[in-house]
């Protein structure tokens, strides 16, 4: 039970390689983590506690979900480098990096930088904010930061001469696995007064990540990817100066300073509180305390195993793939250098071929992978036995002979 100050929950003994907290899990090799992780018993346990709680106590389990929510809080600050007080509890990506671009405080005309190539999430709210208050978008492709040689900075260097307010991008590329030259980009941004803001689902979880080391100004990531919680629980953070500066457009009644003192105190009722200078104006309305739960337990898992050794064991794993996939005609997209991996590796099928009959083919072998713009993914995660690999091998043959026929 999440008492009035909940004690952590027990260490559920997460080891690298071990699926022992995915009992129910069905494919043998479940590579999708890039899409949707499936939920461990250490996710579910804090979906059941908080749930059995709000059962039992209904408002009475108020206080202590709140305070559930601000160990996550610290817990996901801890894993990008943060301070908890400058993050704020999101739904998902796409509602975090919505709320932050409809709070800039934009000037009409302001440029904004998005990338072709890019997942979606990070692009559309730019979009509704370029048409809402008159910003002027610029597009750049993504695979400029993408070759083999390292990443050519040139056009997002005259974009930034040219006046750029904002660069928009993600940490890890959910079509190729490049890890974003994060620091590099913040450095250019930050010499030409514009600022940074990273989607970083695909990242956080998987791939160590310092908002304060890279310059991040504002970093949005959903939860049930690499963090391995449900979806509709994920974070936001921001520069504490960044955050001062929003307009809060999307405030909700919780957004105010001691937004809840009218329900316990007479008098306390008015409308002219100011609102939270921090992150947490986000945070408007009634939580998803559940999901939040859930993601608790989920990232405690993560937590007790440690990034760099999920990061280490993953490319692990990816080095025993790739190499018999290449051999068997794939064309692997994986970075040259270890500092522009991720947890995602993909590659081009042999031309006779599509990814997507693929991975129906390794499905129906036990093998479950996803098919992002053609692409065959593999996106494994901690509880990936490094022996998964020639499984997972072994059903690209069966499969190759099954399509070819
Ligand atoms: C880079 C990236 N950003 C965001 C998302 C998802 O966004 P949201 O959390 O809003 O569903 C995905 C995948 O679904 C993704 O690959």
Known sequence: ???????????????????????????????????????????????????????????????????QRGRLRATLAGLVGAESEDVALVLNTSAGLTALALCMPWRPGDRVVLFEGEFPANVTPWQQAVATFGLDPVYLPIADLARPDGPDFGRLDAALADGARLVA?????????????????????????????????????????????????????GGHKWLMGPEGAGFAWARPDKAAALVPRTAGWLSHEAATDFLFEPGKLRYDKPIQRRLGFLEGGAQNAIGYAALEGAVQALVEIGVEAIFEHVQRWHDAVDGPMSARGFRSNRAPDRARRSGILTWRPPDDLTAVQLADALERRGVACSTPEGLLRFAPHWPNALEEAETAIGAVDEALTELRG
Not at 176 to 203: F, K, M, N, S, Y
């Open 169 to 221: 991008i993600s940490a890890v590329q959910f079509q190729t696995g490049l890890r974003t030259p994060l620091g590099e980009i913040a450095a250019r941004c930050h010499a030409r007064g514009a600022e940074l803001a990273v989607d970083a689902i695909q990242a956080v979880g998987c791939c160590p990540i310092d908002v304060e080391a890279l310059g991040v100004d504002y970093l949005v990531c």
């Open 1 to 67: 039970m999440i008492a009035a100050d909940p004690p952590p929950l027990p260490p559920m003994k997460a080891r690298l390689g071990d699926r022992g907290l995915f009992p129910d899990l069905e494919p043998k090799v479940y590579l999708n983590h890039a899409a949707i992780s499936p939920m461990s018993t250490a996710a579910r346990s804090g979906l059941m506690q908080a749930a059995s709680l709000i059962a039992r106590d209904g408002l009475g389990a108020f206080r202590p979900l709140l305070a």
